[in-house]
């Protein structure tokens, strides 16, 4: 197990919980702009950092912001590249300001995706006019935000690789589906294994939109580009697969990943998140975005000794209070004569919270024909474990059924 942070500062998945705010990226203090600061504009207040119109700003400096103001200098071509770079690396509407801004220079920015060029030295009449046409966006993009809690992610982790989380995960998903569906409500599962994720391939699907297409859609994410990107299993389960070609850990966008899955949640309900086994600071992100996290792991001792490792970076990272359930996968009778359930808390400090059988041929079949395992075989050991972790999963995440 690691933790992949290249160029980011510690613990920098944290959710930024100040105040959203209209932040002034400015190279000198003048005009009006020092009367801004600590006053709202279109209701929102403003923040003010004074720097080089070339020196780089943190997107995730960014992310919580209801607007940025961004300096442009039309004589700098660096300057201009950090704004270009801005807008692909952030979903929060960028503002340009220049002073005398030649007409190709507006532009170009609009065209790269500047919601609005202002004149320098800023004016509170000026900024106001820009924001005006944003004021139901942000609205709408508040809303939005409220009615995520309406659906509920669940992340699965594992202590380590080959527990058979992923087969595990996509039979539980299916069955979780179709009980949902018996309630007018839809289940999805998102493979972000961005290096070896094959839920897909176990579900037997095959579809050429994947998780890249969706990161690669950035600002242009809506429900209707969600909808169209997954693939229905015949479970009635939606899946957005892992990507087809291997991508980076690092080179995944925390804020576009974080905007599919809350706007996943508010599509299509309860969204599953089949993570990597490497810690990224996204899949930490993800983890405290989620309702409920499914530690995958054996009864062996090396199973055991990793899932604490799991939980004691939980706590490093202030995230003990989020609900975990252990899940004992391959779990077979005959492994208690010399590790039993009751280790479980005795090494973790919490029970396990369900046990899942071990029967290899009967996964196998399911996987080879990318179904569910009730349609190899009707009654099964295996079937009834994965039932009683259906229902206690809907239990924790207190949907009626």
Same mark, same amino acid.
């Given at each position: 197990?690691?933790?992949?942070?290249?160029?980011?500062?510690?613990?920098?998945?944290?959710?930024n919980?100040?105040?959203?705010?209209i932040?002034l990226?400015?190279?000198?203090?003048?005009?009006?702009?020092?009367d801004?600061?600590?006053?709202?504009? +279109?209701?929102?207040?403003?923040?003010?950092?004074?720097?080089?119109?070339?020196?780089?700003?943190?997107?995730?400096?960014?992310?919580?912001?209801?607007?940025?103001?961004?300096?442009?200098?039309?004589?700098?071509?660096?300057?201009?590249?950090?704004?270009?770079?801005?807008?692909e690396?952030?979903?929060?509407?960028?503002?340009?300001? &220049?002073?005398?801004p030649?007409?190709?220079?507006?532009?170009?920015?609009v065209?790269?995706?500047?919601h609005?060029?202002?004149?320098?030295?800023?004016?509170?009449?000026?900024?106001?006019?820009?924001?005006?046409? *944003?004021?139901?966006?942000?609205?709408?993009?508040?809303?939005?935000?409220?009615?995520a809690?309406?659906?509920?992610?669940v992340?699965?982790?594992?202590?380590?690789? +080959?527990?058979? &989380?992923?087969?595990?995960?996509?039979?539980? &998903?299916?069955?979780?589906?179709?009980?949902?569906?018996?309630?007018?409500?839809?289940?999805?599962?998102?493979d972000l294994?961005?290096?070896?994720?094959?839920?897909?391939?176990?579900?037997g699907l095959?579809s050429?939109?994947?998780?890249?297409?969706? !990161?690669?859609a950035?600002?242009?994410?809506d429900?209707? @580009?969600?909808?169209?990107?997954?693939?229905?299993?015949?479970s +009635?389960?939606?899946?957005?697969p892992?990507?087809?070609?291997?991508?980076?850990?690092?080179?995944v966008?925390?804020?576009?990943?974080?905007?599919?899955?809350?706007?996943?949640a508010?599509?299509? +309900?309860?969204?599953?998140?089949d993570?990597?086994?490497?810690?990224?600071n996204?899949?930490?992100?993800l983890?405290a975005?989620?309702?409920?996290?499914?530690l995958?792991?054996?009864?062996?001792?090396?199973?055991?000794?990793r899932?604490?490792?799991?939980?004691?970076?939980?706590?490093?990272?202030?995230?003990?209070?989020?609900?975990?359930r252990?899940? *004992?996968?391959?779990f077979?009778?005959?492994?208690?004569?010399?590790?039993r359930?009751?280790?479980?808390?005795?090494? !973790?400090?919490?029970?396990?919270?369900?046990?899942?059988?071990?029967?290899?041929? @009967?996964?196998?079949?399911?996987?080879?024909?990318?179904?569910?395992?009730?349609?190899?075989?009707?009654?099964?050991?295996?079937a009834?474990?994965?039932d009683?972790?259906?229902?206690?999963?809907?239990?924790?995440?207190?949907?009626?059924r």
């Open positions: 197990m690691s933790v992949i942070s290249p160029n980011e500062a510690s613990k920098s998945w944290r959710t919980r100040r105040e959203a705010a932040q990226y400015l190279s000198a203090v003048e005009g009006q702009a020092p801004l600061v600590g006053t709202k504009v +279109g209701g929102y207040p403003t923040t003010l950092e004074v720097s080089p119109v070339t020196d780089w700003i943190d997107p995730q400096e960014l992310e919580h912001a209801v607007a940025a103001v961004i300096q442009v200098d039309a004589d700098s071509s660096a300057s201009i590249k950090r704004f270009q770079k801005l807008i690396s952030t979903t929060t509407p960028l503002i340009a300001a &220049a002073y005398d030649p007409l190709a220079l507006v532009r170009m920015l065209r790269v995706g500047a609005d060029v202002v004149p320098l030295p800023l004016s509170v009449d000026d900024l106001e006019t820009s924001l005006a046409p *944003l004021r139901d966006k942000l609205a709408h993009k508040q809303e939005a935000q409220a009615s809690t309406r659906g509920r992610v992340s699965i982790i594992k202590s380590v690789g +080959g527990v058979g &989380a992923t087969a595990l995960i996509t039979q539980l &998903a299916m069955r979780f589906a179709a009980s949902e569906a018996q309630h007018g409500r839809e289940a999805c599962l998102i294994d961005v290096q070896f994720g094959d839920a897909a391939f176990q579900l095959h050429r939109l994947t998780l890249a297409e969706l !990161l690669d950035g600002t242009r994410l429900g209707d @580009l969600l909808r169209a990107s997954t693939t229905e299993h015949s +009635g389960l939606r899946v957005i892992a990507p087809i070609e291997m991508m980076p850990l690092e080179a966008n925390s804020e576009h990943l974080l905007a599919i899955v809350d706007q996943s508010r599509e299509l +309900g309860t969204v599953f998140l993570l990597p086994s490497n810690w990224t996204w899949s930490l992100s983890v975005r989620s309702d409920l996290v499914l995958i792991t054996e009864l062996t001792v090396a199973g055991l000794n899932a604490k490792r799991q939980l004691e970076l939980f706590e490093s990272q202030d995230l003990g209070g989020i609900d975990v252990v899940v *004992l996968n391959r077979e009778k005959s492994q208690s004569r010399t590790l359930p009751a280790d479980v808390e005795t090494t !973790l400090g919490r029970p396990a919270a369900f046990t899942v059988g071990n029967d290899f041929a @009967l996964m196998s079949a399911a996987i080879d024909r990318g179904v569910s395992i009730d349609e190899v075989k009707r009654k099964s050991a295996l009834k474990d994965l009683e972790l259906d229902r206690g999963i809907a239990a924790a995440l207190g949907l009626e």
